[in-house]
Structures are given as structure tokens and as C-alpha cells.
């Protein structure tokens, strides 16, 4: 067997470790040293009781096995609910609720050891049923997690060991269950069992430093301190990402619901609240230089112009080479986001070091418009429209517009389809309708999690050699072979053009000067240990 971790005493690193940067870019690390995710220490002062921060959006539910909504983590995993494993600030797989996990030799069987004596927030204690019945449940809710395991399910061993056996390697799936956008958060075997008439559990019952509250809708979603949480790490020490010590020094999290940005900026300036979420890039340089405040910027994810490979003029490779090595990354980016972006060649984002390649990098941003003209003109382009689906959110649309200048200059007529975002991703699943679509993509904790590499993904990227390195690296019996296999596909993509992406979308948050012990390592502030001194 392969241990992989050992014992949680290990885990606690600096948090302020160096991420390297995609493709040669800056890394979302934050720009204050007060973004550095200390432990708290309620022992060493009394603490402001509760933390208003400012969110502009609502979840339908905080079920996380089956709802991938940014705001659910958020505010709710590594707070509300643990997992097995969690990600330390190199983006591996570390363990949280377990001691440690191990694979066979042939990577396909995946066991892990229970901590003992964790409580649920009900005042039960954690056991290998739970556990069980909770990574079961959240394989059937998350398609990406069932795609990866097939018929395979975990299994108790017993009281304190678990695990799962697949029928092809499983190397990636502890990073899977550390970082996925639908956590595998552990709770009891019934709440498992308990749903409403969507298939959401009705009691959010996790093993976290907060436990749930309250919920009034379009209002605040309420966390309170969980005082018989069973922490692990250091206290005192770092975290390593989102691994180690939660100390929990306020009493209360109150996540107001604030849709509109110009309200939730108006608060933080006016003291109302002590963070806001989705500071526009308009407004950051005003909230950046306000002595009373503290500003981050990570990356968040990234954009993707995502061809039509099933029919129409982008099925010709020819012609996606050529709108590849015409456009200005940096022109569109800044029409769609302003100065709210980074650069970069890699498909992952930077929160993911271990994953970081420029693989393929000399057909990125290439913004060569002659050159593009002399493709088309070799390959005997006739000048049929090109037509691009986008939806007006976020300034998308924007983005569009952009490219559309650039690919008229070079002769290629552009027809813009701009719709709500609903319609968009209807009318995506029609190939009769577009050649081009826009979207964006949440940072990932493995490349497998890339939805566009799927032939049946609206984009239907079928290609052969495609599918070999994709299966080459999913099958892999090691991370390193796992890690060859993808600067191996994603030199191959930026050939082959599954999609073009132009770089990465940044999340701006803002918070109040005196509060200490945010975690700003990936997605967005976590306040396990955040507090406010009074």
C-alpha cells in the first residue's frame, strides 16, 4: 500500500507560501499581508460577536453534494462542513477528517482512517457509517465524481476505516473530494436520509468550528460557533491552505444577502458591514486606497470561447488556428472585465501550483492579425459568418463585441447572438445555432474537472488524440505520471483548440483594517478564524 499522508500533526505550514504564477503570470496570492489565514485566538482578547459580510447572492440550498453555487462554499464548507481531505496551499489532497489515506499499488483501491472523536454538530460523534452514507450520497449528486468512480461506492471496513475500489486507477480522487465544486461534505447517515421534494437534505449537520442557524431568505444566512468542535493542527500556527487549526474567535457569521454592489460597497465605507464579496474593479481602487480598509484579489477561474467541433465554418481546424492567432486576449479581457483579470496560457488557475504549465504557451495571445489573414487566405476561406452566442452577464457581452472588431478586421463577418443566460445555456445544446460561445469556468482542483474535454459537453470536442491524453491522464497510476499526462494534453488543446482561453477572471473582496485571520488561500475569504479585537 502507498501512504500518502500520515499523521495530521504534519499539516501546518505557512500560509503566505509563494503560489507560482500560470503560464508566467502574477498568482492570486493577496496583495496584504492581513489576507494571511492565522489561527485565531479567542484566549487572547474578547471579540467583536458577530461578523456582518456582505454576499451578492443566494443559494437554493446549502446541501453542497448537490449544489455547486460559488456562495454555498463560501460560506459554508470548511466552516459548516469538513471533508475527508482538504487542500493545503500547494492544492494536495491533506487530510481533515481522516488521519491518513493510502492506495494500493495499482492506485485502485483508495482507503482512509477515520479521526476519532469528532462531533457532529447534532452532539453525535462521527463514525465510519456516516461517512459512508455521506461520500455515497455526494458521488450520486456530483455527475464529474460518479464519471470518475463508475459503479464503484465507499464501503466501511471497519469502525474507523473506509474506503473504495475502482475498476481504474483512482489517483485523482482525493483532490476531487478536497476541492471539487460540489464539496464531499461529511454529516450524519440521516441527514443523508432526510430531503425535501427537490432531493436537498433539510438539516445542515456537519462537523465544523461554526454550525447553521438561521436562514431568512433574501436577508442573511446565520452561522454560530460550534463549542464542542474537535479541531485538529497547531493552535497558533499558520494554516496550510485550507488545512489546520480553526479557532473560531467570533461567536457569529452573519452573510447578508446584498445583490446590489453600489449598496454593499455604501456599507463597507460606512462601517455597516465588516466584508463585502464582488467588489467591482470600479470601485476597487477607491476601496484600495481607504486607509480604514484591507483589499484582496485571487484568481477565481477562468474564461472559455468554447467552438462548435460538431458542425459549421469553427468544425474546420484551419479556422479555429486563425481566430486563435488573431486576438488580443488582453483587449477582450479588459472590455469584459476591466483591470479585473490576469493573463496566462494555462488552463488552470493559479490557486492550483501543482497543475501550473505553459504548455503550448507559444499559441497563446499570439495577436497576430497578418498572420491569421494568410491562414484563411491558404485554406481557401470563402467568408461565411461566424457566429458567436453570449450572454449579457458579467459583462460578457462586452467581451463579444471585442472580438467581433478584432475578426472583422482580419474578413471575418461576425454575427453576435446576445441573450439572458438561461437562453444561453438552452440554446447551447443546439450545434445548428452557433459556432462560438462564451462562459466561464470556477477554478478546479484537477484538470479532470474540465467539462469541455467531454466529446457529449456543448462544444463536443471528439477528437481522438484528445480522448487519449485526456484517458491518459485520468488513468494514471501516479500524480507525477497524472501531472506528464496533462502538460502532455494541454500542449495538445492549445493545437487542437477545444477552447480558447483568453486568461482568468479575478474575485475582489474588501474588509475592515481590523479584522485579523482571514483565509484568502483560494474562492474567497473563509473567516474560521477571523475576528475582530475589542
Known sequence: ???????????????????????????????????SAQAGDPAGG????????????????????????????????????????????????????????????????????????????DGSEMTADDVVASMNRWIEGFSSAGSMVGDARFEKVDDTTVRIVGNAPLILLPAMIAGSAQPAAITTAAACANEDDNGFMKDYIGTGPYKFLEWKQDQYVKLER????VSYGTEGEAMDGWAGYKGAPTKYLEYDIVPDQATGTAGIEAGQYDCIFGVSDDDYPRLEANGELTTARSQSGSIALIFNHKEGIAAEQYFRTAVNTAIDCDEILTAYAGGGYELGSCYMDAGQPFWNTDAGSEHYNQKDPEKAKQILADNGYAGQPFRILVANLNGMDKMAIAMKSELEAIGIPVELNVVDWATLIDYRKDPSVFDMYITSFAEVPVPSLKLYFGANYPGWSDDPKLAELFGKMTGAVTLEEAKASWEELQAYSWEYLPIICPGHYMGMFAWDKDLEGVNMYSGGPKFYNAGIKE
Open 226 to 229: 460550534f463549542d464542542d468542535y
Open 1 to 35: 500500500m502507498k501512504k500518502i499522508y500520515l499523521k495530521i500533526a504534519v499539516l501546518s505550514m505557512a500560509a503566505t507560501m509563494a503560489l507560482t504564477g500560470c503560464g508566467g503570470n502574477s498568482a492570486s496570492s493577496p496583495e496584504s499581508p492581513a489576507a
Open 46 to 121: 474578547t471579540y467583536k460577536e458577530t461578523l456582518h459580510i456582505a454576499v451578492t447572492q443566494q443559494s437554493p440550498s446549502l446541501d453542497l453534494h448537490k449544489n455547486s453555487t460559488l456562495i454555498a462554499r463560501q460560506m459554508c464548507d470548511g466552516t459548516v462542513w469538513e471533508k475527508l481531505v482538504t487542500l493545503n496551499a500547494n492544492a494536495e489532497a491533506v487530510p481533515e477528517l481522516c488521519e491518513n489515506y493510502e492506495f494500493s499499488d495499482d492506485s485502485k483501491t483508495l482507503s482512509f482512517k477515520l479521526r476519532t472523536g469528532v462531533k457532529f454538530h
